[in-house]
């Protein structure tokens, strides 16, 4: 006859405690895996957030400014990010035209956003009527920004 042993021989007892460290192990790195997986999804969340704040008053407002042109002359247009009534500073003196595409109100200074942002600045209003995905190229020569845009706010 085989004779059955009660006690678990020592070998056996030492594959069973690397079995449940190996299963602890596995477990870890899964855990370790989902949160990646969820920073990744809020990461990309945050992203889409942040792309659908930059629309001010909808997406199809946006304020571009020119301040070079390229070998043929054509102007060079560079997005400037806003926000709804928050002042955007510029100190750029060399802007030659602003583009303002869609509906809102935008102020344009020579003044800082600190120093009387408002002080004889050009106000230039866009209904959503006539304004939904159309564009105005403003020149900046003979404005109060000829020579020096100090700063600029949209507000819908």
């Not at 990744?40 to 930059?54: K, P, Y």
């Not at 050009?122 to 020149?139: A, F, Q």
Request: glycine share 8%.
């Amino acid at each position: 006859g085989s004779r059955v042993c009660s006690k678990t021989p020592p070998h056996c007892s030492q594959i069973s405690s690397g079995l449940r460290e190996a299963r602890r192990t596995a477990m870890a790195a899964r855990v370790i895996v989902l949160a990646g997986l969820l920073a990744c999804a809020s990461a990309a969340v945050v992203h889409r957030l942040d792309e659908a704040s930059r629309f001010v008053c909808g997406q199809q407002t946006t304020i571009k400014i020119s301040d070079s042109a390229n070998a043929a002359g054509t102007a060079q247009w560079t997005e400037v990010p806003m926000s709804d009534g928050v002042c955007q500073p510029l100190n750029n003196k060399q802007v030659t035209a602003i583009e303002f595409c869609g509906p809102g109100t935008l102020t344009v200074s020579r003044m800082q956003c600190s120093e009387h942002h408002e002080y004889k600045a050009d106000i230039y209003t866009h209904s959503e009527k006539e304004y939904t995905t159309n564009c105005e190229t403003i020149s900046t020569s003979g404005t109060v920004v000829d020579g020096h845009l100090g700063s600029m706010t949209i507000a819908c």
